[in-house]
């Protein structure tokens, strides 16, 4: 089973800041099944990036991802109010694939 | 208008048996895995399972094999998520989604979630 670890658990940011946020596999990944999701309280995930660097649709430029093989990042460039959630990334290069556990973006 | 509807929230006392649903509409259903999600109270999420309509082949994350059981009619677009005997630690949100082919698996659309409560 391929673990994800994401750092860090909480960031605590102002609106307008650059967020950077890390996701690590324990293996290798192959082609880009690496996607990352936003979730606020009392709603479903919402799917933001898709194959590592690729933005769904409806997704405002803000939110950008990177990476490759082992460690891949989602970036905020510049953090609006409703962007304070957590942060999910997912990998499904094996079925049925796995959660990170995690990085909840909070105000400072 | 793609849609996964779940249904409405369940409690249950442990040891007794539950089967929570997410209808899929506006899409091909048997040509899009559906997996489903487990999200703890205060925790993060747990992809449990997946199953493909077309053929019904199921997949199970190694933590919920023989824990839970993935089915699926394809006559009413359904899929299916069911426990024999419920424990208290089943208590949970349940979300199905949809794995998308052109987005590398990644999940389109999900349900809103299904509020598990096994308690006594």
């Known amino acids: 089973e391929i673990v994800l670890t994401q750092s860090p658990a909480t960031l605590s940011l102002s609106p307008g800041e650059r967020v950077t946020l890390s996701c690590r596999a324990s293996q290798r990944l192959s082609g880009s099944y690496l996607a990352w999701y936003q979730q606020k309280p009392g709603q479903a995930p919402r799917l933001l990036i898709y194959g590592a660097s690729s933005g769904a649709t409806g997704i405002p430029d803000r939110f950008s991802g990177s990476g490759s093989e082992t460690d891949f990042t989602l970036t905020i460039s510049s953090l609006e109010p409703e962007d304070f959630a957590v942060y999910y990334c997912?990998?499904?290069?094996?079925?049925?694939?796995?959660f990170g556990q995690g990085t909840k973006v909070e105000i400072k | 208008e793609v849609q996964l509807v779940q249904s409405e929230a369940e409690v249950r006392e442990p040891g007794e048996s539950l089967k929570i649903s997410c209808k899929g509409s506006g899409y091909n259903f048997a040509t899009y895995w559906i997996g489903w999600v487990r999200q703890m109270p205060g925790k993060g999420l747990e992809w449990m399972g997946v199953i493909y309509p077309g053929d019904s082949d199921t997949r199970y994350n190694p933590s919920f094999q023989g824990q839970v059981t993935i089915s699926v009619d394809r006559s009413i677009n359904t899929a299916f998520l069911q426990w024999i005997s419920l424990k208290a630690s089943d208590t949970a949100m349940y979300f199905c989604a949809r794995q998308s082919p052109a987005y590398y698996k990644a999940s389109d659309y999900w349900g809103r979630g299904t509020l598990v409560t096994v308690s006594s």
């Open positions: 997912q990998q499904t290069a094996t079925s049925p694939g796995t």
